[in-house]
């Protein structure tokens, strides 16, 4: 199991190119960013670069400047700006060498929206490029009220409708735990289509060891399983963010 830093989250008193240069004197050989849209693609790849890091993961869409949902991949009526995005974010993800890309739903609720999404997905696949995997992450009402994919049983529901080798499911120890309660027991029981893990802990998600979540447990259970992917720190440091960085000790 290998450690990443998430740099929308960790070091936020520091402007958003230097958070590499942290990452990589704190030792971390990874990083991902969830919006890097703003910053022109060879400016973050340069900052990689100066530190030795490989970027592992960005989102999609791109922020939505006017405001309303995040994600269009469950909105009826909503399948021709979810492709425009997905151009996007993919141009985004071939300039940056990343090989995940989380796919975020919008809002949504019932057949519907799945149905909606499961089409959007497949159409996405056919268009990326070799080497990129598409992920899917449950996020809980508490972060994300009204958000579509808010359940961990839907999400694998929809990857195996979708049935591709890339699309996978990314798990997050903080929505994990405020969806289902129980982030070690969501893990084992997916732990075959996860091939992203982020953690951060409940129910406000700062620091792993600050909440709710038993990483011990967690960490156990991912090496039980056999899971040997990224581990990225997503949450809020609260203070200093080499502070925060002891949960890389349990791995």
């Known amino acids: 199991m290998k450690p990443a830093a998430n740099l929308s989250h960790l070091w936020p008193e520091l402007p958003y190119l230097d958070r590499f240069d942290a990452a ?14 703003d910053i022109a693609a060879k400016e973050t790849q340069r900052a990689c670069m100066r530190g030795g890091l490989q970027m592992v993961l960005i989102n999609a869409p791109p922020p939505n400047y006017t405001g309303g949902a995040r994600g269009f991949a469950a909105v009826a009526g909503g399948e021709a700006r979810f492709a425009y995005d997905m151009r996007r974010a ?3 993800a071939r300039e940056l060498r990343v090989p995940m890309l989380h796919v975020m739903s919008g809002p949504g609720e019932g057949a519907d929206a799945k149905d909606v999404m499961i089409g959007n997905l497949k159409k996405a696949l ?6 990129l995997t598409l992920m899917l992450e449950p996020l ?6 009204g958000y579509f994919l808010n359940d961990y049983k839907l999400a694998a529901e929809i990857i195996e409708a979708v049935d591709s080798p890339n699309l996978k499911l990314q798990f997050d120890s903080y929505h994990a735990q405020m969806i ?8 084992q029981n997916y732990s075959d289509l996860i091939a992203h ?22 960490f156990g259970a991912m090496r039980a399983a056999g899971y040997d992917g990224w581990i990225s720190g997503e949450y809020t440091p609260g203070g200093a963010t080499e502070a925060t960085l002891g949960w890389r000790d349990l791995l």
Do not use: S
């Open 24 to 37: 990589a004197a704190a030792g971390f050989t990874a990083v991902e960013v969830l919006f890097p849209y």
């Open 90 to 92: 993919m141009r985004y």
């Open 126 to 131: 056919k268009t990326a490029h070799e080497g």
């Open 140 to 145: 809980c009402p508490q972060a994300q009220p």
């Open 180 to 187: 289902h309660g129980d982030a070690v027991a969501v893990f």
């Open 197 to 218: 893990v982020q953690i951060g802990d409940t129910p406000d998600r700062r620091a792993p060891g600050t909440g709710d979540v038993d990483f011990e447990a967690l």
